[in-house]
C-alpha cells in the first residue's frame, strides 16, 4: 500500500454488485464508472469476472473492460476468476490481480462451483502454477478469497478453526492476498475479532482483507472490529450493490461511501474525495435505477463542517 | 441491571421516534406498541415526552400514556423532561425515570431550549432538589443526558473536553445515570472511545448509556466501540424512528431490532425475542406506514439455524 493512505478501500460493485443484477449495464456505462471512482480517488476496483458469458451475460464484455481498465494510469485491476479457465482468460490479459474464492462453508461451495471444498483449494495451487507458467509471477496477484469465513445460508456458523485451515492451506499455496468473507451477512463484531485474529496467526506478511456484506445491519461494525485487528483493506459497492445469487438472503455489500466516510471520520486516510465519490452514484443509477442504490452518507449528507483526515492531519 | 441479561436495551421510539412525526399515534396505539414490546422483553421504554401539548401534539396523552404503562409488570417506564415543570408533571405521577438533556453544544442549546447551556445544567440541579422534595428519592431515577456530545449540525465537533465537563457536573449534581447521545449521526468509533472514556473517568459508579443515531451508517459500529469501552446500556428505536426537529440532516435512532440482533450474535444476553420484537414493528407500521420504519434484519430476516445468546450460553 502507498505510503499516503492508511486504508485500502477497493470497489467491487462492478463484480459482485453487478452479477445479480438483470440489466447490462453496457461496457462504456462500466468505464464511466471506473473512471469516476478513480478520479474520486479509488486506486483498486475489481471490474469483472471471468465467468462464462452464458452464465453470467453481465460480464461477457469482461476482456475489453480489464483491457480498458488497465490502460488507466493509478488503477489496480482486478478480475475475478471462478476456477482456472477463468483464470487464464485473466492471465491472457496480463490483468494486475486476479481473485479466486473458495467457501469455507463446503455445502455452499458445491452449491456455488459444484466441487468439493478441498477441490476448490487444489485448483488454486494450479492457479499458481499456470500464473508463474505464464511468467505473471511478480506481476499478477492472486488473491484467494474464502467466501462464508463468517457463516453461511446452509450450515449456519462456521468453525474459526476452518477458516484458519483453510487460511493456511492458501497462505501456503502462494497467495499474495487473503481475503475473508462474510458472504451472507451473519458476521458480528466479537466473531470478526476471533476469526480474524485466527487467520492472522496463519498468514505471515501476506496482507488480509476484509470483505463485508450488510445484510443484517452489522457491516460497518464489522468493519471497526477487523480494524482494530490491524485489516487495513476492505471491499466495498458502491451504493451498496450486490449480494450472492446462491446465498439466500444475502443482501449488498457495504456501502462504498459509507465505509470511505467511517474510516475518514476516524483519522484514516483513504485517498478518497467523499463529494466526489457520492457523484459517482449517478452513473449506476442511470441503469439500474436510483432505488436499487443504497447509503446512509448519500442520504444525509457530510456532516457540516466537515474536515476530512488529511485536512486534520495537516492541520 | 438484573443479572439475566448482560445489555439494557431501551425503547426511545415512543418519544424520540414519535416527536418527528406529523401524524399523532392514538393513546390505545401507543399502549399497544409498549405492550408488545414488554412481552418481547423489553424491559425499560421511554413512553412520553412532558412538553406542552400545543408544541408537541404527538404526547398531548403523556399523564395517560405514563400512568397506564406504569401498570404493566415488569416495565420500567422513563418520560423526557425537557425543562423543571415537565418534570414536575412526571414527578406527579411518580414515573420511575425521567430523563432531561442539555445540549454539550452551546448552539444547539439555544436554538433547541432557548436557554444557555449552563443555565439548562443548572437546572438539572433544580430538579434534582424537585424531585428529592416530592419524596420521590430512591423512587424516580433522574437520567441525565447530554446531546450533541459527538458532532453538532451548528458547531460540528465538540471537544471531549467539553462533553467530560459537562458530565463531571451532571455527576456532582446527582443524576443516576448519565446518557451520551450523537444527535446528529456524525461520530465514528475512534470518536466514541475517546468521548466514553472520558466521561467514564468522571462518573464513577453512576451508569452511562449511549444514544446513538444511524444518519450516516455509522450507529452500530459506534455502539460496538461503546462495548468495547464498558458500556451496558444503549437507546435504540423501532424500525429506526426518529430524529431531531431542530437538527437539519438528522435521521432516525439505530434500530431496536438491528442493535438487539448484533449484540445477541456477539453473545450478549438482551433478553429480547427478535421473532417477537421484529412482530412488534406491524403496531407502528398501522399508524404511520410500513415506509417510515427502516431495518436490515426485518428486510432480511434471521440467519437460518440462528442461535440466540442464552441457547448458546445454555448448550
Excluded at 114 to 129: C, G, H, N, T, Y
Excluded at 232 to 242: I, K, V, Y
Excluded at 245 to 259: F, R
Aim: charged share 25%; hydrophobic share 45%; net charge negative.
Amino acid at each position: 500500500m502507498s505510503s499516503d493512505i492508511d486504508v485500502l478501500v477497493r470497489e467491487v460493485g462492478l463484480r459482485d454488485g453487478l452479477q445479480n443484477t438483470e440489466t447490462i449495464v453496457p461496457t462504456e456505462g462500466k468505464l464511466a464508472w471506473i473512471e469516476a471512482e478513480l478520479a474520486a480517488g479509488v486506486r483498486e476496483i475489481e471490474v469483472a469476472s471471468f465467468v462464462p458469458a452464458r452464465l453470467m451475460p453481465q460480464f461477457a464484455d469482461a476482456e475489453e473492460v480489464v483491457t480498458r481498465a488497465m490502460a488507466l494510469p493509478g488503477l489496480t485491476v482486478m478480475a475475478l476468476a471462478p476456477n482456472l479457465k477463468g483464470a487464464e482468460r485473466a492471465f491472457a490479459l496480463g490483468v494486475h490481480k486476479v481473485d479466486y474464492v473458495t467457501s469455507v462453508s463446503r455445502t455452499h461451495n458445491i452449491k456455488n462451483v459444484r466441487r468439493e471444498r478441498e477441490a476448490s483449494l487444489e485448483d488454486f495451487k494450479r492457479i499458481v502454477q499456470a500464473r508463474d507458467a505464464a511468467g505473471l509471477k511478480g506481476r499478477t496477484q492472486l488473491a484467494a478469497g474464502l467466501s462464508t469465513a463468517l457463516g453461511c445460508s446452509y450450515e449456519g456458523r462456521i468453525a474459526v478453526d476452518e477458516v484458519r485451515q483453510c487460511a493456511a492451506f492458501l497462505a501456503e499455496a502462494g497467495a499474495d492476498e487473503i481475503m475473508i468473507a462474510d458472504t451472507v451477512g451473519y458476521a458480528d463484531p466479537r466473531q470478526v475479532r476471533e476469526v480474524f485474529k485466527a487467520v492472522l496467526a496463519e498468514t505471515g506478511d501476506i496482507p488480509v482483507a476484509a470483505h463485508f456484506h450488510d445484510t443484517r445491519g452489522t457491516g460497518l461494525a464489522n468493519v471497526s472490529a477487523a480494524l482494530d485487528c490491524g485489516i487495513r483493506r476492505f471491499d466495498a459497492s458502491l451504493g451498496g450493490l450486490g449480494g450472492c445469487p446462491y446465498a439466500p438472503g444475502a443482501s449488498g455489500n457495504i456501502v462504498t461511501e459509507d465505509l470511505c466516510f467511517m474510516l475518514d471520520s476516524m483519522g484514516l486516510r483513504t485517498g478518497i474525495d467523499l463529494q466526489r465519490l457520492l457523484a459517482v452514484r449517478d452513473i449506476p443509477a442511470r441503469y439500474l435505477g436510483a432505488d436499487s442504490l443504497s447509503g446512509a452518507l448519500a442520504r444525509a449528507g457530510l456532516p457540516r463542517h466537515y474536515r476530512t483526515a488529511t485536512e486534520r492531519a495537516t492541520a
